[in-house]
């Protein structure tokens, strides 16, 4: 009976044979096709809170108004808490490169300086990232220096607090008035008003919003506190800003308000 002994004896290499291919085409869990590369992290388009930096082994918590967007085109732009900054970011599968170069000059308090410094730092060069739900890390490769990210909603032109952070002048974004404090404020309400502070006295007007005009019907009514001289100075800038029609530009949760000359502020989503 040759033909059995023969069929036994072929199969132990049939089996050889298949686990060796098996092993040649396996590339652990969640890998793609042999020859693939990993997809890269679906940054592109998201929005991002910063919720703490760490800089050689030290954590620091953020401000509340730090946070990073992605855009389209392989660009970051964001805000440390004080200065708005841009950066180039390329993307290879779970690494990010990331080139500053860009940042605007307003001048902030010790913490928030320090901390901007921070952020500037942890957020440059080669980062590996790691998306899970609404978290999003970033790490060096030593560890050492990393970024803490949640998801960031959007915010409504209406409904929304609008805390004032800069005076605009011919597309140039410059800080409050030293001393001024953080008080200035909008709200647009869904009656119709649009309502606030103005760096010291609250104010209420009617405005009416068409296409991307926010117009401001009348002067402001306003409270009659007595104000500091910084206070008064933002004040007066911001009373005879709320006075006409603005072209108004959202972005996500940021807000800019200018008036035909070019003069106007931009304010960000609080909360």
């Known amino acids: 009976m040759p033909k059995p002994r023969a069929l036994a004896a ?3 290499l049939l089996l050889l044979a298949a686990g060796a291919t098996a092993c040649g085409t396996d590339r652990g869990p969640g890998a793609g096709p042999a020859g693939t590369a990993d997809p890269a992290l679906p940054v592109s388009g998201t929005h991002w809170s910063i919720k703490a930096v760490t800089v050689d082994g030290r954590r620091s918590t953020a401000p509340a108004d730090a946070r990073v967007a992605f855009e389209e085109a392989g660009r970051a732009q964001g805000n440390t808490g004080c200065n708005h900054f841009g950066a180039t970011v390329a ?9 500053q170069d860009e940042i605007t000059e307003i001048g902030c308090p010790g913490d928030r300086e320090r901390f901007e410094k921070q952020l500037l ?8 990232g790691t998306i899970k739900g609404e978290r999003f890390t970033l790490a060096s490769a030593d560890g050492r220096n990393g970024l803490e990210l949640s998801s960031e909603p959007g915010a409504p ?10 005076l605009v002048s011919g597309g140039t974004a410059a800080s409050l ?3 001024s404090g953080g008080k200035a404020r909008i709200v647009l309400g869904e009656d119709g008003r649009v309502t606030g502070n103005l760096g ?5 007007a009617t405005a009416r919003v068409d296409g991307t005009t926010l117009t401001v019907e009348g002067p402001a009514a306003t409270t009659r506190m ?3 001289s910084a206070e008064m100075k933002l004040e007066t800038s911001l009373y005879e800003l709320l006075d006409g029609p603005l ?4 972005d996500h949760r940021t807000l800019t308000l200018t008036d035909p000359s070019g003069e106007g502020l931009t304010a960000t989503a609080a909360g």
């Not at 993307?91 to 080139?99: A, M, P, R």
């Not at 010291?200 to 209420?204: A, D």
């Open 91 to 99: 993307v290879n599968g779970d690494t990010l490169t990331v080139t």
């Open 200 to 204: 010291c006295n609250n104010f209420s």
């Open 10 to 12: 072929l199969v132990p």
């Open 247 to 250: 072209t108004y530009r959202l």
């Open 177 to 179: 008035p030293a001393g």
């Open 121 to 128: 730092k942890a957020f440059s060069g080669e980062l590996k």
């Open 226 to 228: 007595i104000c500091a």
């Open 157 to 166: 032109l209406r409904g929304t607090t609008w805390k004032i952070d800069s």
